[in-house]
């Protein structure tokens, strides 16, 4: 009788397909806001538009509203009979609920305040006189952008990028509404710590759990080095 095939990586040790699926969840979401997020950060910091406040205060919703809450509605909406579904459906994608590409949808809008709230504080902060000055020189609004406004920004780019990241790796309420519980699918880091304590499985979700408030504190303290740092030279 043969032996049977050896099983896949992610059976062995479910924490492997739970930390690819989080990095990379983290990593498109984080890369998704900062494309989304840097026009919208910047028309948040220089409009006067009446529509200042409440686009702001959409965007920053998700910092208030319970994770579940918004993960009902965006499976509500991603159902087969839900609006969005309907139109991925139209569109030749199917149902995004229960899938990798929902679980990436629900990430972008939940993550959305804490990426583009830094940019804004940010973009805020550049002096109208240095744009000024390098319109005066013919450079375009997207040539002062990139080379003006980006470098001046640093920090907070730096921060809104961390903050992204970092908020996509411990999200849970959200990415188990919509992602549901899939091994080597939709399954992250925060859903695998919570199957295993209903399992008791306690040893093994001390390792994780620790392994994340480790993740988060040295976060934090890159953070404050590098607004420590940026402090220090603007000093």
């Known amino acids: 009788m043969e032996p049977a095939l050896t099983a896949p990586v992610w059976h062995a040790a479910p924490w492997v397909a739970a930390l690819w699926v989080t990095l990379k969840l983290a990593g498109l979401t984080t890369l998704i806001l900062l494309v989304l997020g840097m026009p919208l950060a910047w028309w948040l910091a220089r409009t006067r538009s009446a529509w200042r406040l409440p686009v702001g205060a959409v965007v920053a919703l998700p910092m208030v509203l319970p994770p579940t809450v918004l993960g009902f509605y965006l499976l509500i909406g991603l159902a087969p009979a839900g609006p969005l579904g309907q139109l991925t459906q139209t569109l030749g994608l199917g149902t995004l609920a229960f899938t990798f590409k929902g679980l990436l949808l629900a990430s972008v809008l939940y993550s959305l305040p804490f990426v583009v709230h830094p940019l804004q504080a940010g973009f805020a902060a550049v002096p109208a006189a240095v744009l000024e000055a390098a319109a005066t020189l013919r450079a375009s609004p997207l040539d ?17 990028t961390l903050l992204g990241f970092a908020h996509t790796v411990g999200e849970f309420g959200v990415v188990l509404m919509v992602g549901g519980n899939i091994e080597g699918e939709t399954r992250v880091l925060s859903v695998l710590l919570y199957d295993q ?9 001390h390792t994780l759990a620790a392994g994340l408030l480790l993740f ?13 740092r940026t402090a220090v030279a603007d000093g």
């Open 197 to 205: 304590v209903e399992g008791m499985a306690y040893a093994d979700a």
């Open 216 to 228: 988060s504190f040295a976060l934090l303290l890159v953070m404050q080095w590098l607004g420590r």
């Open 144 to 160: 002062r952008f990139f080379s003006v406004v980006l470098p001046l920004s640093r920090p907070a780019l730096v921060t809104a």
